[in-house]
């Protein structure tokens, strides 16, 4: 095999990747269009149209850690909260993106609405929410949700599906079960953004793009600078 275009083994189909093209012409991102050149408020409105056309899982974004052996790893999570400070999304702190968030605090979201042909990236430092916010969020989980964090040692290597489904019996058993505490492995992630960037697809691949960093010159560290980044 040593040599040889290892593509070969791929099988036949129909489906020629290379042809499948779209040419993006729903909207235009312009900067005199963005009011006071805020990232916060853009993401919302963003966020507000992308729910208010019925997308499926509009809060499902891409969450890129890097651990300590460099390599990248991403995976999709839930938005869960968003305020002054930045998103915020719920796990369990053993699993890989959590031992990987604890040797290196930076990541990066990515939202993809295809139907609105609009992907927003989010850089920064994740730090843990506080204990509160992470019960009273664990609280308004549905009870087999919240059993399942429980059962779940998420990211571990298990045998097969027998072993999950015999925790979370185990688990459901338990003298609490009807009402469990929140998992001290468990809880909430907020990532404090200093680079947004807006994309929204423009004809001919000549894409919008706005780029929001945090404003050095600012005495005190508010404000964001807009620059536009070619597609």
């Given at each position: 095999m040593t040599g040889k275009n290892t593509l070969a083994t791929v099988p036949s189909t129909?489906?020629?990747?290379?042809?499948?093209?779209?040419d993006y012409t729903r909207d235009v991102l312009l900067e005199d269009a963005v009011q006071l050149l805020e990232p916060f408020a853009l993401f919302g409105a963003w966020m507000e149209q992308a729910v208010q056309a019925g997308l499926e899982d509009a809060n499902a974004m891409t969450l890129s850690t890097v651990g300590s052996d460099l390599r990248p790893s991403s995976r999709v999570v839930l938005l869960k909260g968003l305020d002054a400070q930045g998103p915020v999304w719920f796990t369990n702190y053993h699993s890989?993106?959590?031992?990987?968030?604890?040797?290196?605090?930076?990541?990066?979201?990515?939202?993809?609405?295809?139907?609105?042909?609009?992907?927003?990236?989010?850089?920064?430092?994740?730090?843990?929410?506080?204990?509160e916010e992470s019960d009273l969020y664990f609280a308004s989980r549905p009870l087999a949700s919240r059993l399942g964090a429980w059962a779940s040692p998420q990211s571990e290597a298990i045998a097969n599906r027998a072993v999950l489904e015999a925790r979370l019996a185990e688990v459901s058993q338990r003298p609490d079960a009807d009402d469990p505490a929140r998992p001290g492995h468990w809880g909430g992630y907020r990532l404090i953004p200093d680079r947004w960037e807006f994309w929204q697809g423009r004809a001919s691949r000549l894409h919008d793009r706005l780029q929001f960093t945090r404003a050095q010159a600012q005495a005190d560290g508010s404000g964001w600078k807009v620059q536009r980044l070619a597609p």
């Open positions: 129909h489906l020629h990747l290379a042809d499948i093209r779209t890989r993106k959590g031992r990987e968030l604890a040797g290196n605090p930076f990541a990066a979201l990515q939202f993809h609405w295809v139907a609105l042909q609009r992907v927003v990236r989010i850089e920064g430092r994740v730090e843990k929410v506080g204990a």
